[in-house]
């Protein structure tokens, strides 16, 4: 629990006190709902998007070309669990899904007074369906399995992600259109589809992770160690903080720590505690766990982009120096995001896991 409460104090105070430090009015940061638009965004700008491609590139084209070698020569699971019927409760989340999917995107006069609402009823449907065709592959999910763990990361996400819509507050790179409800209306409507990011991400992952190519792939890949473990996780808590304080005073060019940085903030802290983190199995040259929560978020992200795209209430984007060849509403760039946040999804995942650990784990104990 104290992990909780350094991390939501550095994530509140640091940008605030950044942004005061320098001047800037702080009240124009506390608006709610959001609407004053006071962040210019940088224009695109050739040279960014190349240094920035090409770091992605860098990092993400190995994992990837390690992946791709797995899935085409790895032999898929033979398994009596493979032949499960699909349960009945994921068709009924595909049919709620098509539904919604139908709702959300057209335009029906008698249907207006709901359709903002249309975007919950979608990612509830995915998880259901989700949910079930990992059921149906592996005999195991998190909604049968583990209910009381599945329901708790409902109120969490909420609260997770609206960190996240704190700290774009300071960048603004999205903003919403087609909402204009009263500060208690808002944090209703919004907190409704904020609860579903983890149970979404999370369930995916361990859908992906029924397909054996992710464990060949990744599972002996190679070791990541640091020497003096410690002293890295403090140098590295004391760049991330930095960060954090100074994304509001320079947004053009740390923009990308809003997502890296709180990752970074939850890893360091367990390092310097002596605990087990997401990224401790990279030690012994396990990288599955890791690459399952980045695809996973990265699966996750292309369905909120496609069905962000034609809804009445939705979100568009403002990146500064990379604003360009979009993917729906998203810059092509933009979606590397989602890699170091399917990672945060985990660690707040794992976290929450200890709390409340899985029945086999304690009867091991």
């Known amino acids: 629990m104290i992990k909780f409460l350094i991390l939501a104090t550095l994530l509140i105070g640091l940008p605030l006190f950044g942004v005061w430090m320098a001047g800037y ?25 190349a240094v920035i491609a090409l ?18 020569t790895t032999p898929s699971l033979k398994s009596p669990a493979l032949s499960r019927p699909y349960p009945w409760w994921g068709w009924l989340g595909v049919t709620v899904g098509i539904m919604s999917w139908i709702l959300a995107w057209s335009r029906f006069s008698w249907f207006t007074a709901c359709q903002p609402h249309t975007f919950s009823l979608l990612w509830f449907s995915y998880i259901i369906v989700i949910n079930a065709l990992c059921r149906a592959r592996t005999g195991h999910c998190l909604l049968t399995d583990r209910s009381g763990f599945f329901l708790l990361l409902f109120p969490v996400s909420a609260a997770f992600w609206w960190f996240f819509e704190y700290l774009n507050r300071f960048v603004q790179n999205w903003y919403y259109a087609g909402v204009d409800f009263s500060p208690w209306t808002y944090f209703w409507y919004a907190t409704l589809p904020f609860s579903t990011v983890l149970p979404a991400v999370l369930s995916t992952r361990q859908w992906l992770l029924s397909f054996n190519w992710i464990r060949q792939a990744y ?23 930095a960060a954090l304080t100074v994304v509001g005073i320079w947004p053009d060019y740390f923009f990308p720590f809003l997502w890296i940085s709180p990752l970074l903030v ?20 396990d990288w599955s766990g890791a690459v399952s929560a980045a695809l996973a978020a990265l699966v996750c992200g292309g369905f909120w982009e496609m069905w962000n795209y034609f809804s009445l209430a939705k979100w ?10 979009r993917i729906f509403e998203m810059p092509l760039l933009g979606y590397a995001g989602y890699l170091p946040f399917g990672l945060e999804c985990l660690a707040i995942g794992s976290m929450l896991e200890r709390l409340m650990p899985h029945p086999k784990s304690r009867a091991r104990t």
């Open 219 to 241: 599972g002996n890949f190679r070791p990541l160690s640091f020497p003096r473990p410690r002293p890295a996780a403090a140098v590295v808590l004391l760049l991330s903080a």
């Open 55 to 72: 770091s992605i590139l860098a990092i993400v084209s190995p994992l990837g070309f390690k992946g791709y070698q797995s899935y085409i």
């Open 316 to 325: 568009h984007y403002s990146i500064p120096l990379v604003h360009r060849f």
């Open 266 to 285: 939850i890893v360091c802290l367990q390092a310097l505690m002596g605990e087990p983190h997401i990224l401790s199995p990279m030690a012994q040259g």
């Open 25 to 49: 009015p702080a009240a124009r940061y506390l608006e709610f709902p959001p609407q004053t638009r006071y962040v210019v965004q940088a224009p695109f700008s050739w040279s960014a998007f």
